[in-house]
């Protein structure tokens, strides 16, 4: 006897059909970040290959992760300017840095001052039109590489309101912008020499006076060629 099918049961049959995972390129030197573990639970295909630029690929996003400590030594040794420049090939990009709600973002004792960081973060946004996105850990950054992938049209903008430095603090800004020179030593340049112009024609060894060991990182930056 065939089987049949009983038209009058009152089962409904719910066929689902599964759809195909989305992938996500990854550069193969993130294998060992936990991001990727938690992209496999939300159902993501992964890709890992070989990436000239950025760490993932997203539909046509292209993403630059780095933890809060990777920012900043990369920032120290220019290896992260590099890689902001060529991420600005492509058409939709992120930077995203992970891990404040592990690491202060303003190090102390780091051989970089607060406002460097600052104005880092500044030039990747104004200058280099990439926007910025700081997770809590690794968890929170694949829940947003997730709504990104869900999202792929939405529109991601930046707003910074940048407050208006007076003479004194546009001063002191610059040259806490020098490794090593914090608040403390720009204001103690200023008290004694005045004018930026008398602080960079100064002596080196009127420098060494007032700013210590500090005053060679500054002096060496000072006399360099472009």
Do not use: C, W
Request: glycine share 4%; net charge positive; charged share 30%.
């Amino acid at each position: 006897m065939k089987a049949f099918h009983n038209i009058f049961s009152t089962k409904k049959e719910i066929i689902k059909k599964e759809l195909p995972k989305q992938r996500i390129i990854i550069d193969y030197r993130e294998k060992q970040s936990l991001v990727i573990s938690e992209l496999v639970k939300l159902g993501f295909e992964i890709e890992l290959r070989e990436l000239k630029v950025a760490d993932y690929i997203v539909k046509d996003v292209a993403i630059e992760r780095k933890t809060v400590s990777d920012f900043i030594s990369s920032m120290i040794n220019k290896r992260l300017l590099n890689q902001i420049e060529e991420l600005k090939q492509y058409k939709n990009k992120l930077l995203i840095i992970e891990g404040i709600d592990e690491q202060e973002i303003y190090p102390e004792n780091k051989g970089v001052s607060q406002n460097s960081i600052r104005g880092f973060l500044l030039s990747i946004l104004l200058k280099h039109k990439i926007p910025i996105l700081f997770t809590q850990n690794y968890k929170d950054t694949a829940q947003f590489i997730h709504r990104i992938a869900m999202k792929k049209n939405q529109e991601m903008s930046i707003r910074a309101n940048k407050k208006s430095l007076n003479k004194k603090e546009q001063m002191q800004f610059i040259l806490e912008g020098f490794p090593g020179i914090g608040p403390k030593a720009a204001k103690k340049l200023l008290e004694k020499l005045s004018t930026l112009q008398n602080i960079f024609l100064a002596p080196q060894d009127k420098l060494k006076k007032i700013l210590g060991k500090k005053a060679e990182i500054m002096i060496k930056i000072i006399n360099d060629k472009y």
